[in-house]
Nanobody, 127 residues
Framework: QVQLVESGGGVVQAGESLRLSCAAS????????MGWFRQAPGKERECVAS????????YYGDSVKGRFTISRDNAKNTVYLQMNSLKPEDTAVYYC????????????????????WGQGTQVTVSS
């Protein structure tokens, strides 16, 4: 059974940093593109960042560019999201997702393009 387990969420003050991790029990982790999404109360789930299979191509949402960094370690079956200069508007539940069939022409921001999801980790940024 495939599991994606996020960790690293918490409560921080504005300007501080957090590092999220997502450990995946995928047999061929390096065959999956990975994404980080977030969902705040009353809002749609949005793609924060994504990374292709080998880590050579990344995408960032406009609201997090320059502050967040996605990376992956295929040897550890883990994807990370380093979040710096956090703002209150970053408050949300953060989910990692794995997509088997994403390729160069795919839309990495669409949740429906991902096959597996974690349970989410809460990030709360106070002002």
């Amino acid at each position: 059974q495939v599991q994606l387990v996020e960790s690293g969420g918490g409560v921080v003050q504005a300007g501080e940093s957090l590092r999220l991790s997502c450990a995946a029990s995928l047999r061929t982790f390096s065959s999956y593109a990975m994404g980080w999404f977030r969902q705040a109360p009353g809002k749609e789930r949005e793609c924060v960042a994504s990374i292709n299979r080998i880590g050579g191509i990344t995408y960032y949402g406009d609201s997090v560019k320059g502050r967040f960094t996605i990376s992956r370690d295929n040897a550890k079956n883990t994807v990370y999201l380093q979040m710096n200069s956090l703002k209150p508007e970053d408050t949300a539940v953060y989910y990692c997702a794995a997509g088997r069939f994403l390729n160069y022409y795919s839309d990495y921001t669409l949740p429906t393009n991902y096959d597996y999801w974690g349970q989410g980790t809460q990030v709360t940024v106070s002002s």
